[in-house]
């Protein structure tokens, strides 16, 4: 599933925004870093989200991407938040090209999406955690594209893509 090309896996972890995408985001690179002491992280957020700052204070690389919400109607709003996705995903392309990511691993939350759908262009593996008894819609948009999504509740199979492969994780 994934390819070792070097000594230790570089993983692109993204999410963010709040500390529910967050948290459990560190977690997950504090485990990854266990397992392969050689493991290369690099977050991937916004300059206003908590990710901002609490990334850099846990010792993890960071860097930083334009990220507008998903809009859910016509607005001035919405087509400023579609170009910031636009740019996000752009900056994203460049990040997993410098960078040369194993794997990314996003855990919702608007800044997942660029990364995540430049994640699949570039043929990179994506893998989802979703917190939530009913999933976000940044996860819901990316979940057919994932190689496994990661719950903390048994979720109902119907509310991601009938192919999708879920393994109940917990909440890391």
Known sequence: MLKNRRKGMRVLITGGGTGGHLYPALSVAGLLQELDNHCQILFVGTSDGLESKVVPGAGYSFRQIKAGKWPRKISFQGIRDLASLGKGYLQGVGIIREFRPDAVFATGGYVSV????????????????????????????????????????????????????LVHSGLP
């Open 114 to 165: 660029p990364l995540g759908l430049a994640a699949v262009t570039m043929k990179v593996p994506l893998f989802l955690h979703e917190q939530n008894s009913i999933p976000g819609m940044a996860n819901k948009l990316l979940s057919r594209w994932a190689e496994v999504i990661f719950t903390t509740f048994k979720t109902d199979k119907g509310s991601f893509p009938e192919k999708a492969k």
